[in-house]
């Protein structure tokens, strides 16, 4: 199969394209025929080098961590799927023509797979941070950077629980924001004092890591009320930093009964061939994206008979 990999960290150019062995479905994995995968911010970070929390980086190594596709291969132990059915998902080298998934759930009505791709973990991010910065109905969430996929699921997530939300975003993005529920304003010289006139800010989320973590702390008065997945500094002012998703296991259901009743819905900007991740690593680390970029993927090459079902065992 052909998958994204790269030898050694660094920026984008790191990023080969080549020809690798396939994954098998381990007990309790599936493997998709991946149609689409996502691309999110912590995919650069890793191929930087970052240090976000999480498992060290074994070179080479693949790259993605969401996929929507095509269910192939079964693992030992998994019920309530079957070949053929059409997935979305979190797993490991998603940028690729065959993927693992670890947590799955069959695609709402509806969606293509470019847009299916764009919702796992960015959903599982949204559940995490909002529950860790201990906002509460009634109250008010100010999102710095609300304009791109976690922001866009956010603003949502927040308002169908009875959250005010204010938004920062671009100039270009205020009316989709405000599209989403959001009170909008620029980010910039005097974003603060803008703030501030669209009312008292209960907690907040840094989702950009624009250097704005002390004007956030004293916004809500308390290091404690912000939130951070994307400024590696931000503990040193007291605030946590989250960056490792997993802790939220039914992400995917809440993301689907959401998307079913309308409640949810997050646009795909871009989406670019299987080739091209180097430059959708590259407009994703500039920013200014209004929902989600995808890498669109073609894995026709291995057609899988609807009847056929394919149970492996541990491998």
């Known amino acids: 199969m ?61 790259v993605g961590q969401d996929a929507a596709g095509v269910v192939d291969e079964i693992g030992e132990g998994v019920e309530g799927v079957e070949i053929g059915d059409r997935v979305f998902g979190e797993g490991t080298d998603t940028y690729a023509e065959f993927a693992v998934l670890s947590a799955w759930a069959r695609m709402p009505g509806g969606l293509t797979f470019e847009e299916a791709a764009g919702y796992p973990s960015v959903v599982e991010t949204a559940l995490r941070v909002i529950r860790e910065v201990g906002v509460r109905p009634g109250q008010t969430l100010l999102v710095s950077g609300a304009a791109g996929g976690v922001g866009s699921a956010v603003l949502q997530i927040a308002r169908e629980g009875g959250i005010t939300v204010i938004g920062t975003a671009g100039a270009a993005n205020q009316d989709y924001l405000r599209h989403l529920g959001a009170l909008a304003t620029t980010y910039g010289e005097g974003w603060v004092e803008r703030v501030r006139h669209l009312g008292r800010v209960d907690a907040a989320l840094d989702l950009a890591g624009s250097g704005v973590i002390r004007e956030l702390v004293e916004l809500t008065g308390d290091p404690r009320k912000v939130v951070s997945i994307a400024d590696l500094g931000a503990p040193q002012l007291g605030v946590r930093f989250s960056g490792v998703a997993g802790s939220v296991p039914n992400a995917l259901a809440e993301a689907v009964d959401l998307i079913s009743r309308g409640r949810l819905h997050i646009p795909v900007e871009k989406s670019y061939p299987l080739a091209e991740a180097a430059a959708a690593h590259t407009d994703s680390r500039a920013g200014h994206t209004r929902g989600r970029r995808v890498l669109a993927v073609r894995a026709d090459a291995h057609p899988v008979p609807d009847a056929e079902r394919t149970v492996i065992s541990g491998r």
């Not at 191929?47 to 074994?58: S, T, Y």
């Open 2 to 62: 052909r998958k994204i990999s790269y030898a050694e960290f660094g920026g984008p150019e790191v990023l080969r394209l080549i020809d690798a062995e396939e994954p098998h479905a381990g007990p309790g994995r599936i493997r998709i025929a991946v149609r689409a995968a996502g691309v999110n911010p912590v995919d650069w970070r890793i191929r930087e080098g970052q240090v976000l929390g999480a498992h060290p980086v074994e070179l080479p190594a693949g």
